[in-house]
């Protein structure tokens, strides 16, 4: 009896386990054909042909937005995706059941692709930016350089490049130009007298001629700005005297107004009329300089480090770092001889700093202003960020995402707006290689990085033409390489 009774259990407590590892089996069954995922995505020229030139390939698309970037002449109005997705799912476009290979989508704007398995579902977003395809533009000129600055002359359309000689000694260490002037690089002359410092401006007046300043250790009030003028295409003469500010100075910038009138903004070294580390604007107007003056409204007691200027349209914006605790951004406009705030030491509250390395600022054909810096806002490491002042609503807003990039003191970045209002930004990555990104208009967030070179690049410089070509240049081991971007006709 007692035997019965065991065999009888032990059949049981068979059965039992067998009906808890069906359970356990479907439990995992179902899992696993549950799952909800897409795991690639691309075009490929056999699936379009003549319609594409080359494979564009997602390995390890992810949920949210996904950009591939094609060249701008690629018709995206009827492409055909291939993809691969978990098994069993269902993937569809506005309620379109999609077919690898062979579903043809309009991708001028960002399609969603929606993927569902039982009763999970998931949403894969792909936008197609434009691949601005930077080409090199071989530098012919033979001399090595600690600092430059790249911009394209706006009547011309052609690249020059101010930059600080990198020499054996400081002392033998001045200002040089070069230019790209039919056809080939030519030697524009050396600026300064003798030793200056890597801080370095210049601009163009309406008939071409470039203007530069630099800081100029044999002025008579040492390291005060001096500012100078190509004439005749042959030589560089003083603007006005030697030695235009009245006290030593570290950073500066140039610009025209809309009347002619020379800006030049220093970041003083030293208290003289002004107290040390203020914003000062000298004026050249009339064959003089008139110097000490103040933008309207800014306070001398904010630090102006890193000023920034340029003329858009018939209007002259100031950016400037204020680099006193809490570290701020300002932005002014110069306009019928009137100043005016458009951002007033703007900083996130999030932020506890905002890093002093480098600083820039952009501005559109409609007045809107982008400024690029790096703050801790997102994490307790830099990152590089864009904010943008609305000309219309006067809101100051992110732009894009937060960009992780290079660290500690090794920041450089250099922000540009093309003539069709694209936005730019020329970084260092976080392997410190010179990199390339733009603002997708349709996701409004940054496209997929481009690398220029896989090498370390300094004194990152990007620079448009009038007619939408883009130039970047930057340092690497102190001799200057330059990219060229050619725009679509």
């Known amino acids: ?26 439990v995992f069954e179902r899992v696993k054909q549950d799952e909800v995922k897409l795991l690639s995505f691309g075009f490929y020229e056999a699936d379009n042909p003549g319609m594409i030139l080359k494979d564009y390939i997602l390995s390890n698309p992810k949920e949210g937005v996904n950009t591939i970037r094609m060249p701008e002449a690629v018709d995206k109005s009827h492409l055909i995706a291939r993809f691969t997705a978990s098994n069993g799912n269902v993937v569809k476009v ?33 936008a197609i930016a434009k691949d601005f395809s930077w080409e090199t533009f071989p530098f012919t000129y033979n001399d090595s350089a600690s600092g430059m600055n790249l911009k394209v002359n706006p009547v011309s359309g052609e690249p020059y490049i101010m930059y600080y000689e990198k020499r054996s000694s400081s002392s033998e260490q001045g200002a040089a130009m070069v230019a790209f002037r039919d056809g080939a690089w030519a030697y524009q002359g050396r600026i300064s007298d003798g030793r200056t410092a890597s801080n370095i401006d210049f601009t163009f007046d309406n008939a071409g001629v470039p203007y530069a300043s630099y800081v100029d250790y044999t002025a008579t009030v040492a390291q005060a700005n001096t500012v100078k003028k190509y004439t005749n295409g042959t030589s560089w003469e003083l603007v006005g005297r030697k030695g235009v500010t009245t006290a030593k100075v570290t950073f500066n910038a140039l610009t025209f107004d809309a009347d002619a009138k020379l800006f030049l903004f220093s970041y003083l070294d030293a208290a003289d009329v002004l107290p040390r580390r203020a914003l000062g604007v000298s004026v050249f107007d009339n064959n003089a300089w008139t110097t000490n003056g103040s933008i309207t409204g800014r306070s001398s007691a904010l630090y102006g480090y890193l000023p920034v200027a340029k003329r858009v349209n018939n209007a002259v914006y100031v950016g400037v770092l204020n680099a006193s605790s809490p570290n701020s951004v300002s932005v002014y406009k110069y ?18 700093a905002i890093n002093v390395r480098d600083f820039d600022m952009e501005v559109d054909q409609k007045g809107n202003v982008y400024i690029a810096f790096a703050d801790n806002s997102s994490t307790a490491l830099y990152k590089y960020r864009v904010i943008k002042y609305d ?25 540009a707006v093309s003539p069709s209002d694209e936005l730019f930004l020329f970084y260092k990555n976080s392997s410190n290689y010179p990199t390339v990104t733009m603002l997708d208009k349709d996701t409004k ?33 102190f001799r200057i390489f330059i990219y060229k971007f050619t725009a679509t006709p």
């Open 335 to 352: 306009e019928n001889n009137t100043w005016t705030t458009l951002v007033e030491q703007w900083r996130d509250p999030n932020a506890t």
């Open 94 to 126: 506005n309620n379109a059941l999609q077919k690898s290979g062979e579903t043809q989508n309009d991708f001028s704007i960002p399609v969603d692709y929606f993927l569902s398995a039982g009763n999970n579902n998931a949403k894969y977003s792909f």
């Open 445 to 477: 967030d940054w496209s997929l990085p481009h690398i220029v070179e896989t090498a370390v690049g300094d004194e990152l410089n990007m620079s448009f033409a009038p007619n939408g070509d883009g130039y970047i240049s930057y340092l690497k081991d």
């Open 391 to 415: 000309v219309v609503t006067k809101a100051v807003t992110p732009v894009g995402g937060y960009i992780a990039g290079a660290s500690g003191n090794l920041f450089g970045f250099d922000l």
């Open 1 to 26: 009896m007692m035997m019965k009774l065991f065999k009888q259990l032990t059949v049981l407590c068979f059965l039992a386990a067998l009906v808890s590892c069906a359970r356990e089996a479907t």
